[in-house]
């Protein structure tokens, strides 16, 4: 019988345990431990991004994180991106540009938008397309997710 | 920048606006509960094992150790599924062996698949249940396989069923063999219209399998009651389709299983057949628990049904003035290891956009040691099309003629036969070219510089109807609610809210759209083929015009009037008649929904459609420029266009987004996706590292064109439009690499390599590097 | 995968012990992106995962003059390419450091680790024997160097002895003149693993004409990754016009022995090989001459 672990984290801003087998990846531990389904399974193996989520200020596959490692750390999912029952402006963007169809990737698309616009809150579309490389959508064509971070950009910007 | 769609004479209050959907904000914030995020405090989690071999006799299965270890609580085989008789039966892709229905989920005395269930193990955590799965062990005496279609016609060719013999137009055959059946349409006489052509162009193709390539893998969790009762939650395009198909599997009654398609990531005709839906209940009966299994990535591409590769031949004569004359074409399709319905489909589409009333096509239905091949997006047509757009640029370029031009001189119109006998009705072929050469993108100067070179080709797919249910009903404050059975892939609820919102005259978020589970709503069958907006669109409409019908009897009972004198007038019900002066006020649909209660009761009616007739079909034209690097074989799209014939687009925004979808699949079918195969028959590239897929920084921005001729089957117009996007960009993309080098690459994927061998086998490898650099 | 025993030392000497004990299978994680993959997959079956990035001799990364650059072998890729020195002083290193997977795999990936996966396809190990990095690696018996050329034996192996850790690799300061470029062949335009890949490393004279030195490595070209020797030597001596750029493609094409696989042909490599060289040369060539 593998023993459990306790992992406690600051997820989404607040202090969560986690009882954690030490094989469960970050994923794993989000989605069966912390009940946050947000971030989601694709492939395992860091080629889609669907399990995007930032650790310590960094973009990062949660699949390809180990649980035990972010004992301390400061986790971010898409289920902190809204500020109370306002959504972020990526989020709304998302909505109002179409941005999504079936949905599966847009948690990893909208967490690996925030980390871009974190660093560079005026990115070219070379720039977008090049950082969000990591992110597969089979549905959309990336056409209107790109449109979407465009106008979230944008707006945030002027926000400020 | 938006496109301004939909017919403004039509005066649609909400049809062509582009409301934020319904169930959007849930899945911009991670609520929306996909599959595998569902979760039970019970529950069992599930692995399955699978063959290794792509051919083999199971001479055993040992799962005494696997059973040992603590914590699994049950392993089942195929010994442990349901015998069904070696009889057909109707399913949801078609007629289907039973006996091969469940051994596709579970496999019997053989392996027939690199990846072909054997075992399956529900343990009380996932890497227990994968460890014990590892640990069951399993003799096979490997067999040859045969993966290739062309292969597989040989006459020494490994069986792949031993007991198939085929129909052949029509004749059984009492040879075994892996040719499960030869379809032929034909009309004319093909061979004397050969005879009058002044250009020929024979030519073959070839192509490989490719995967859907959704982000979502399959998963189902499943309970099985001591009742006998079963509910499954599962990632499907159905969830009554899901139902029949898990029913047959386990000889219970529909009434006993209860389906509940949960949010899917993606599907694209991949997730109509069931697989672990079976396996998942019989583990579940074993274990008294709700198993749960999920796909892992590798499984999805060595063990779910794919798109066929194909082996393809195309034979086209013209007159010298541009006039198409004859066309015969052979289309030999991978099948996987048990029959299929899809070759037939190509067939169906390889020539539908043109007037040729000599044409015949052949396409064979091929057993391999693959996969049961399953749809993809237009099953069937893309690889078909590819093959005949290629011919036909190679005749306009002969003939010096404008390409679209050339189409367009031949173009089928309303009243015109495809070669399978049906006839067209009111459709839009000709004005989406005359859109395409009239975009900025057509009528801009094709690139020039060396290696550089723009294509164009086109797309049809005839779009299904089949059946769907609907239920609309008013809610007490007066706004509705419509609930389907139609799975929602890509935002089509949003689209279903608005046509029951333009009928009743609410606004589109006054209309609240659910997808039912199969206990809340009549048969519905696949989100797929185009049909939902389509077909469960035409539900929606019924059923809402019922309502409305009542809403009229309402108003007339409030205002005490004949029915005949309420109208329905810019989004309110008016008095209009003799019976009673002017001086009655108007209601609008949510005032009179709010008295209903003292008016006779709640309002509401449901409808089921079997929309077969009535149908309309999709073409589409895409233009797109290309660079190739010479050295590198590298093909780069500098630009893209999409102009698509959709009827009406309901919700522009996701029209628009299918259209991109399609494009950028298309695109990866054409420059690197594909299967490899070692020489066991294995597939090897089972991840989304070497199976590459088009990522962001792969594609440019798709342009997209809407045209509107609306199809006069649907109450406001509608097309399919889903599908018919994957068929073009196949053809376009060789057609544009074929005028940047001058080569034309007849294998796809037009890979690196392939492009760099081409380039050298035709010699013009090292004019192009030079005037390159 | 089997149970899993996890530490994270954070000192050498304890990352060291905890590895000697490890029975041999000990997984040595710094971001994972090769090791959590290949235990999922059942390609490498891990009792015990040693996570090393708390160890602070791994952590080293600076730049003198006369020492030149210290790498340590936990950094991740985004972290050195955000280092200027770096991609002042050794941009073929950098180059490759940041075309490894995507941004999310750069917020982990180490070139340490890119290394000792020990796949002539790494997209690092390419510069760093271009540029004539030394490995410092620490094992039970103790510190010892070996030249990067030296490190990977064969595909997934390792220098490496039983019980030893990479510790930092040493990149010796450029000399005057000089610079160096990377450039790997994938059909996508990111994501994949390298079909074939060159450095060069070009030093030239004062007057930045003549080219005093050069180094050539292929990837993915070969078992290991292949020290093209004569290719450096067809353009020492020269000004690198293109009668000298097609020598030393010449000579890396005759050098390559690379394998047919679902990646790539052997044609289709042999044919790269020559193109990649002209073509990273070109970039070091504009690089050494201030462009």
Known sequence: MATKNIVTAVVNGNETTMMVDNRMSLLDAL?????????????????????????????????????????????????????????????????????????????????????????????????????????????????????????????????? | MEQQVTDQSKNYKVIGSRPVRHDGEDKVTGRAQYGADVSFRDQLWGAVLRSPHAHAKIKSIDTSAALAMPGVKAIITGADMPKLDDKTTRSVEGIENQRYMVERVMAGDKALFKGHPIAAVAATDRFLAEEAANAIK????????????????????????????????????????????????????????????????????????????????????ALYRSDGQVTIWTSTQGGFPNREGTAAILQVPLSKVKVVPMEIGGGFGGKIPVYLEPVAAVLSRATGHPVKLI????????????????????????????????????????????????????????????????????????????????????????????????????????????????????????????????KFPRIGFKETLQAAMNS????????????????????????????????????????????????????????????????????????????????????????????TTYATGTAVHKAAEAVKAELFKRAAKLWDVPVEE??????????????????????????????????????????SVNA?????????????????DPETGKTTILRYTAVQDVGTAIHPSYVEGQIQGGVVQGI????????????????????????????????????????????????????????????PPLGTIHNAIARATGVRLRSLPMSPPKVVKALQEQGVAAQLVAAST | MKPLEFSAPSSLDEAIKAIAGGGGEVGILAGGTDLIIQMRSGRRRVGQMVDIKKIPELNVLSYDGSKGLRL???????????????????????????????????????????????????????????????????????KREIPAKDFMTGPGQTALKPGELLVEFQVPPPAANSSSGYLRFIPRNEMDIAVVSAAAAITLDAGKQTCTAAHIVLGAAAPTPLLVEAAGKALVGTSLDAAALEAAAEASRAAAKPITDMRGTVEYRKHMAGVLTKRAIAMALQRAKGG
């Open chain 1, 31 to 160: 989605r069966e431990s912390a009940g946050l389904t947000g971030a989601k399974e694709g492939c395992l193996s860091g080629d889609c991004g669907a399990c995007s989520v930032i650790v310590n200020g960094k973009l990062v596959d949660s699949c390809l994180v180990m649980a035990r490692e972010v004992e301390g750390a400061t986790i971010e999912t898409v289920e902190g991106m809204a500020r109370g029952a306002a959504l972020h402006p990526l989020q709304q963007q998302f909505l109002d540009k179409a941005a999504l169809q079936c949905g599966i990737c847009t948690p990893g698309f909208l967490v690996a938008a925030k980390a871009l616009l974190e660093k560079n809150p005026d990115p070219s579309d070379e720039e977008i397309r090049y950082w969000l490389a990591g992110n597969l959508c089979r549905c959309t064509g990336y056409d209107k997710i790109l449109q979407a971070v465009k106008g979230a950009a944008a707006e945030m910007r002027t926000s400020k």
């Open chain 2, 138 to 221: 399993v003799e096979y005496e490997v067999l040859p396989a045969v993966i290739n279609p062309v292969d597989a016609l040989k006459p020494d060719a490994p069986l792949v069923l031993g007991e198939i013999s085929s129909v052949t137009l029509g004749e059984k055959s009492r040879k075994e063999t892996n040719l499960v059946s030869q379809t032929r349409f034909e009309q004319g006489n093909v061979d004397e219209a050969f005879s009058t052509a002044e250009i020929i162009v024979e030519r073959e193709f070839d192509t490989k399998t490719v995967h859907q390539g959704y982000i979502e893998p399959h998963n189902a969790t």
């Open chain 2, 295 to 422: 796909m892992s990535r590798a499984d999805e591409f060595q063990s779910s049904g794919p798109a066929s590769s194909t082996h393809i031949k195309v034979k086209v004569g013209a007159k010298k003035d541009g006039t198409l004359v004859a066309a015969d074409s052979q289309l030999v399709y991978e099948g996987g290891c048990y029959p299929n319905v899809y070759a037939a489909t190509g067939a169906m589409c390889i020539y539908s956009p043109y007037k040729l009333e000599n044409a015949r096509v052949d396409a064979f239905d091929v057993l391999t040691n693959t996969p049961k091949v399953a749809a993809y997006r237009a099953p069937s047509a893309p690889q078909a099309m590819f093959a005949m757009e290629s011919c036909l640029d190679e005749i306009a370029q002969q003939l010096e003629m404008d390409p679209l031009e050339f189409r367009l001189m031949n173009a089928v119109d309303e009243g015109d036969r495809r070669v399978d006998g049906m």
């Open chain 2, 440 to 531: 900025d993108h057509y009528k801009s100067a094709p690139p020039s510089g060396p290696c550089q070179g723009r294509g164009t080709s086109v797309g049809f797919w005839f779009n299904a109807g089949m059946s769907s249910s609907a239920t609309v009903a008013m809610n007490l404050d007066g706004t509705a609610s419509v609930v389907t059975g139609s799975v929602d892939i890509g935002g089509q609820r949003a689209s279903l809210a608005m046509i029951a919102a333009e009928v009743l005259g609410l606004r589109a978020d006054e209309v609240r759209p659910s997808v039912a589970d199969t206990d809340s709503v009549g048969h519905t069958d696949v989100t797929g083929g185009s049909r």
């Open chain 2, 566 to 607: 309420v109208v329905f007038d810019d989004g309110a019900f008016h008095h209009k008649g003799a019976s009673k002066g002017d001086d009655i006020k108007p209601m609008t649909t949510r005032q009179l929904g709010q008295k209903l209660a003292r008016t006779g009761g709640p309002v509401s009616a449901s409808a």
């Open chain 2, 612 to 628: 077969n007739r009535g149908v309309g079909a999709g073409f589409g034209v895409h233009i797109a420029d290309v660079e190739v």
């Open chain 2, 668 to 727: 990866g079918w054409a420059l690197n996706e594909e299967y490899v195969h070692d020489d066991q028959g294995r597939m090897v590239n089972t991840g989304f590292l070497d199976y590459r897929m088009p990522t962001m920084y792969d594609v440019p921005n798709i342009e997209t064109i809407i045209v509107e001729v609306p199809n006069p089957g649907h109450p406001f117009g509608v097309r399919g439009v889903g599908e018919t996007p994957i068929v």
């Open chain 3, 72 to 142: 340590g072998a936990a950094v991740a890729c985004d972290t050195l390419g955000a280092y200027a020195p770096a991609k002042q002083h050794y941009p073929a290193l950098v180059e490759g450091a940041e075309l490894i997977g995507s941004t999310q795999i750069q917020s982990r990936a180490s070139v340490g680790g890119n290394v000792c996966n020990g796949s002539p396809a790494a997209d690092t190990i390419c510069a760093l024997i271009a540029l004539e990095a030394t490995c410092v690696v620490q094992g039970p018996d103790g």
